[in-house]
């Protein structure tokens, strides 16, 4: 099952002790984790097998919109940071509007990816 990670700057930290919480669900071997550049990046020094594409600001995020687009990525987990502005919005409200075109589970915070996860979890 492929999954994107991303997370604005303010909530990098953030997504990296979310994925060490949950690090027994995120080393699964049917779990693949794509991601936006920085995030990817992050994400691969904290010790996570994750396929990184583009940095958001220049493209990353309409990259993952095109892998949900093709259905190949399935769940999207996406810390936004609500209260920094960024320069490539329209990318973003596009991610998100793509994930709804497709029926793909979006979490954009912690307490929804904990949801998400659990709940796949008992489906396996
Ligand atoms: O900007 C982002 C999402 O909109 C995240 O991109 P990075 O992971 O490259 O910082």
Redesign the pocket.
């Known amino acids: 099952m492929e999954i994107a990670i991303?997370?604005?700057?303010g909530k990098?930290d953030e997504m990296v002790k979310f994925l060490k919480e949950y690090e027994d669900f995120f080393h699964q071997d049917h779990i693949q984790l794509i991601?936006?550049?920085?995030?990817?990046?992050?994400v691969k020094s904290a010790g996570f097998k994750v396929q990184?594409y583009?940095?958001?600001?220049?493209g990353?995020?309409a990259q993952i919109a095109g892998r949900v687009a093709e259905e190949k990525c399935k769940m999207v987990i996406?810390f936004?940071d609500p209260l920094e502005k960024?320069p490539?919005?329209p990318?973003?409200l596009m991610?998100l509007r793509i994930c709804d075109v497709h029926n793909v589970p979006l979490a954009s915070n912690p307490a929804s990816a904990k949801l998400l996860i659990k709940g796949i979890s008992q489906a396996d």
């Open positions: 991303i997370a604005h700057d990098k991601a936006t550049g920085t995030t990817g990046n992050k990184p583009l940095s958001g600001p220049i990353g995020d996406f936004r960024h490539h919005e990318d973003v991610l």
